[in-house]
Each structure stands twice: as C-alpha cells, then as structure tokens.
C-alpha cells in the first residue's frame, strides 16, 4: 500500500479521485471511513500477492459487506491485484472480475513501480508512462562507478556509515508532498536489511517540521545517525506579504520556498558542523519523472546495501513468524509461533 499511497499522495490535484487506504485493521478507522463514502461510487483494490494476508482479506471482507448492506453489487466495484493462485485468484475467477498480476518474485516493498502501486496512480490519471521513464533514467545511472551512480552511492554511504555506527536512519523531506515517501522508505529498508543482528532502523521525519521536534536529538543526541535530506529543486512558490511587525519584517519580499530552503540549508549545517553525518538527495521536481527517479534509486541502494551486508535483502521471516502467531491465535492452523505468545513472561504493574 504504501507505493501506491507514495505516489497518489504526491501526485494527486484537487480533481482527482480520491484515494483513501485500508492497510491496518483498526475497526474504529475502518468504521468512520466507510461511513463517509459513497460506496456505490467507490471502487474497491484488494492486494495480495499470495491471496492470504490477513489485514487485507480482513478489511475486504468488511468493505465488501458494507457494500451488500448499501444495496451495492461489489462485484462490480471490485478489481484485484494478485499472484497467479491462491484465495484472491479463485474469487476473481468465480466472479469474474477484473485483475491484475504481481510480478513474480517482487516483494510488496519492492513493488511501488508496478502494477501493485500503479493502478491507483492510472485510476487518478497520472503519467504511468513518465513515471517508468524516471525510473528507467535511473537504472541506465547504475554502474560500477559510485561518482557516477547517484543510487548505488548512497547505498554504499550508507552501508559505510552503518558500519562507522550510524544504525538509524532519518529520512527528512523537504516536501509535504513526500511524507509518504518517508513512510514507504522505512518499510524498504527496515524490511530489507534487518537480519541477522545488522541493518540501519529508519526513522520518518518532515522538514521543516521536524527541526522543532527531532533535530534537536540528531543534532546533540547519540553520535548514532545518519541524516538524510530529500528535496526538489523546482517547486511552486508563494511570496510572503510584506509585514511591520517587529523582528519578522527580514521575511516580508521573500517566499516560503525561500524559508524553506533556508531551513534545509540551515539543518545541514547544523549536522554538519556537529558532526553528524548527513546526505543531501535532490529531484528536479515531485512529479511523476523525479518520482520514478526516486522510488527506483532508493530500491536500487537498498539492493547494494544488502549485498554489501550480505544479507537477504528480499525476504522477512521476522514480518513471516508473526504472521503465522496470529494466524494460530485465531484459529487458523496449527502454528508453534503461536505457542509461544502464552509461554512469554509477564510483568504487571496495577
């Protein structure tokens, strides 16, 4: 969900369709948005590769419900997007319903550039076609050379730094537009790397938010992190009226897009001068083309980054193990995973 989200969320203008996601399985937030919409004129995307996970099937099977008791035929609203076999298959074989596949072998996080996080993208009418081509730039940017490939540079920095004691990770955005992307990068690289006692922990951050609220940590904190700053250069812009007011007059003829990278600028510096390693990752612009740059570029450095760590980048048998607990926990097999949540210690503290 989050590639998708990733890119709705930066893309979207006013007149698109709006594009709301069920990845968690909250019952008070899955009641309060289906009572908002108009389900008969919502369209419903079920996503599993494997046609199992429980959240997803948990919340279609809710939406789905909610749509017979509208006196909505969800077989009508409804496309999946799914591996070749499993549950999602036979139900969109059964009711014949539009589908599309996973690619094979791609993990979810992974998957941000192809049909799992594109549909949305197509449904809102965005340039699919400039987004692949981002992504395509990218790649042809890949080489032996570091100075030469911005991805594989910042993988290997990062591995280097990892190694130099810099195991966290904070992804700072200078752009409203890419706080999703914050979110879908923790999943990459928390998902990809943490094995075998290594990896580096993402942290999500916003500038210029999070100045007032995390830089302080990052900056005086533990000698533990690396920062990394993301920013388009070209943006929209709005001037700041001119103001009297005593000690604010200096930002009256200038534009918060000037504050803004006056503040990028600035925290920078701060990091820099305390120490603090910090790496500086630059788009044209947050459109569909520097999109597709990004999602590709970060996907190709936590690939090298693995590989230099030589840890299995594409798997998670940690994310595996507790899924099989709760699947035991309601009944749904017999999993020793499961076992184990009655045989943890406890401490209570009334």
């Known amino acids: 969900a989050l590639g998708a989200a990733t890119l709705s969320s930066a893309l979207s203008e006013p007149s698109d369709p709006d594009a709301y996601y069920l990845d968690n399985v909250d019952p008070e937030r899955v009641t309060r948005l289906l009572s908002t919409l108009d389900l008969s004129e919502t369209v419903v995307n079920v996503v599993s590769r494997s046609g199992t996970t429980a959240e997803t099937l948990a919340n279609f099977l809710v939406v789905r419900e909610a749509m017979d008791d509208a006196g909505v035929d969800w077989t009508d609203r409804t496309f999946v997007t799914t591996g070749e076999e499993g549950n999602l298959r036979n139900l969109a074989a059964k009711h014949d319903l539009p589908s599309l596949p996973v690619p094979d072998g791609v993990p979810g996080r992974f998957s941000a550039l192809s049909t799992v996080g594109l549909a949305v993208s197509a449904i809102q009418g965005h340039d ?55 979110e879908w990068f923790a999943q990459l690289w928390a998902e990809s790397l943490g094995k075998d006692g290594l990896g580096q922990t993402p942290a999500r951050a916003l500038g210029a938010t999070d100045q007032h609220s995390q830089l302080q940590l990052y900056r005086a904190g533990p000698r533990d992190k690396l920062v990394t700053l993301v920013r388009p250069t070209d943006r929209d812009d709005r001037a700041i009226p001119e103001t009297d007011l005593e000690g604010l007059s200096y930002l009256g003829g200038s534009s918060l897009g000037d504050l803004l990278n006056a ?88």
Not at 140 to 167: H, K, M, T, V
Not at 294 to 311: P, Q
């Open 128 to 182: 699919l076609d400039a987004l692949l081509a981002g992504a395509r730039a990218e790649s042809d940017r890949l080489s032996g050379s570091l100075f030469e490939s911005p991805a594989y540079a910042y993988g290997a920095a990062s591995y280097a730094l990892a190694n130099r004691g810099a195991l966290t990770n904070a992804m700072m955005p200078y752009s409203e537009d890419l706080e999703y992307f914050a």
């Open 263 to 350: 503040e990028f600028e600035a925290t920078e510096a701060s990091l820099a001068a305390a120490g603090v390693p910090n790496v500086r990752v630059e788009i044209d612009a947050v459109d569909e083309r520097g999109l597709g740059e990004l999602l590709y570029g970060m996907e190709a450095a936590c690939v090298l980054y693995g590989e230099l760590a030589a840890v299995s980048t594409f798997t998670q048998p940690a994310v595996e193990w507790g899924k099989r607990a709760a699947r035991g926990l309601l009944g749904g097999g017999d999993f020793e995973e499961a076992d184990a949540v009655s045989e943890k210690t406890h401490l209570v503290v009334e």
